[in-house]
């Protein structure tokens, strides 16, 4: 919205009235035509008059939407403008994804805008985004570099570690072993628990949780079956999945913890049950309280809030415990070597294998894949644009995947070589340190491309923002972790330990 008018004025909220309209119908051609747009979405027909029937509709129907403004994060409701009012009609029913992006669909007085086919009726939307023809571009140019990157890095691993691998094996004396520096050297260590082994254990639980839960929904996404016609399908499924999934986080959770030693297995999985989403919640029901002050249409309903606790407290809770029951049921995960009973003392280290500098430079790879990404995902949420790249997003976030491993087995490997063997807590927050980046792109976001202004509104982009920045600290910190455990389990099961 090009617009620079008060944002109480009505003319301020036109264009997206007339993106609603759009969006929600679109009027048939001269003739009978039939249509089916992608999967999930059932085919409606529509004909003329005369020829109306049962299984074909001669009138569409036009609903509105809620009311944006670029210069506020709070929507109201159509009926908050003098806008034509419609005769008493049948409201449609929003999904648990509209309610919680704040939709509010409500019947309209508008008859058939303009003859669109079905085909055509987004391109509208599209031809109005600001820069679209620019992201082909820049996510192949951004894919290519990434995945350049990636290739060094995997090829550097993989030829170091076969010459280190081959010499330490063709080691005979134990003259020759002790005059060898380097990671085999802190093999009896390697596996020694991490400090805070109980809150690591929990982060790892609910980073798998959301994991799982971003990969499924994202691959639904590229099938078309979460496309933006099917409104409110994408939070919906990500919900539910949450929801599911409580089973793996509270096997992993328990598993990991059992392996660090850890005994308080009721405290486990209690916090793996309430402590990250009981964080998420309480940011969200505060946002609320703020949506409901100033009259939004975004706030959500008592009831939906119920409705969330009892899909949490009821469905996930209990999954979480069941898979907490199975992960302490399983024997300890086995090592490869033995942990030592005296701690082996570390030596002095340079400033570039100190924790703080790996852990700030660990991050910048992986972000440097998603920020194009990035871009267009604030301004689908902020500036209410329309996102539908889930093919290239999807990608991405493979692409993701593969730098978080690879960028923290790289540094992994480099503090082992310094017989620094504290690669736990430093693995997670390598690649979760990506957060951080996401963090100051957003801030800088708000200040160079958002017109947004009032108190309110900057709290509620910051306190929506601050889960995106936590639930993304998660993602990628397991990430990291589960790549080190493998690269580590992996290297000292094939070297010869006396």
Same mark, same amino acid.
């Not at 399908?233 to 999945?241: I, N, P």
């Not at 504290?422 to 957003?442: C, D, E, K, N, P």
């Given at each position: ?11 301020? &909220? ?103 086919? &079905? ?12 820069? +679209? ?25 993989? %030829? ?104 308080? &297995? ?71 070597? %033995? +942990? ?82 504290? &690669? ?75």
């Amino acid at each position: 919205m090009s617009a620079r008018l008060p944002a109480s004025s009505p003319l301020r &909220w036109q264009r997206p009235l007339l993106l609603s309209l759009l969006l929600l119908g679109a009027a048939p051609g001269p003739r009978r035509g039939g249509a089916f747009y992608l999967p999930g979405l059932a085919p409606v027909n529509f004909c003329d008059e005369e020829k109306k029937s049962d299984e074909c509709k001669a009138e569409i129907e036009l609903f509105v939407n809620r009311l944006d403004s670029v210069e506020s994060v709070l929507p109201y409701e159509y009926t908050a403008f003098d806008f034509c009012q419609a005769s008493e009609g049948k409201r449609p029913s929003e999904n648990l994804g509209q309610v919680l992006f704040g939709e509010r669909i409500e019947p309209s007085p508008y008859k058939e805008d303009k003859n669109i086919r &079905w085909a055509s009726r987004w391109d509208y939307i599209l031809e109005s985004m600001p820069h +679209t023809h620019i992201q082909w571009f820049s996510i192949m140019n951004s894919l290519v570099i990434v995945l350049f990157l990636s290739g060094m890095v995997a090829m550097i691993m993989l %030829r170091t570690l076969h010459k280190d691998i081959a010499r330490y094996n063709q080691m005979d004396s134990t003259e020759d072993a002790q005059e060898e520096f380097g990671w085999k050297l802190v093999h009896g260590d390697i596996f020694r628990p991490p400090r805070k082994g109980m809150l690591l254990s929990v982060f790892l639980g609910s980073g798998t949780q959301i994991l799982i839960m971003t990969f499924v929904t994202l691959f639904f996404a590229c099938l078309g079956f979460l496309s933006p016609a099917n409104r409110g399908a994408l939070m919906t499924c990500a919900v539910v999945l949450w929801v599911l999934l409580g089973t793996p986080a509270g096997y992993v959770a328990a598993r990991f913890y059992k392996s660090f030693g850890g005994e308080k &297995w009721k405290t486990n999985v209690l916090l793996t049950s309430f402590l990250c989403p009981g964080i998420v919640f309480a940011d969200f029901f505060i946002m609320n309280l703020i949506l409901w002050g100033e009259g939004s249409s975004a706030a959500i309903p008592f009831g939906t809030l119920v409705a969330i606790l009892a899909l949490w407290f009821c469905i996930s809770v209990p999954l979480t415990f069941i898979g907490a029951y199975f992960g302490f049921k399983k024997n300890a995960i086995e090592h490869p070597v %033995r +942990t030592n009973q005296i701690p082996r003392q570390i030596p002095e280290q340079s400033f570039y294998t100190k924790p703080l500098p790996g852990i700030i430079m660990g991050g910048i790879l992986p972000f440097g894949c998603i920020f194009i990404q990035l871009f267009f995902i604030l301004n689908s949420i902020w500036s209410h644009q329309m996102y539908y790249m889930f093919g290239f997003l999807f990608l991405v976030f493979i692409i993701l995947v593969i730098t978080c491993s690879e960028a923290t087995i790289l540094l992994c490997y480099f503090h082992l070589c310094a017989e620094d063997y504290h &690669w736990q807590w430093r693995s997670f927050l390598t690649s979760g340190f990506t957060a951080v980046y996401f963090l100051i792109y957003a801030i800088h976001y708000f200040f160079s491309k958002l017109q947004i202004t009032g108190t309110a509104s900057t709290i509620l982009y910051f306190g929506y923002t601050m889960i995106m920045v936590l639930i993304f600290f998660l993602f990628t910190g397991t990430i990291g972790f589960f790549a080190c455990f493998w690269f580590v389990t992996k290297i000292y099961s094939v070297v010869k330990v006396d």
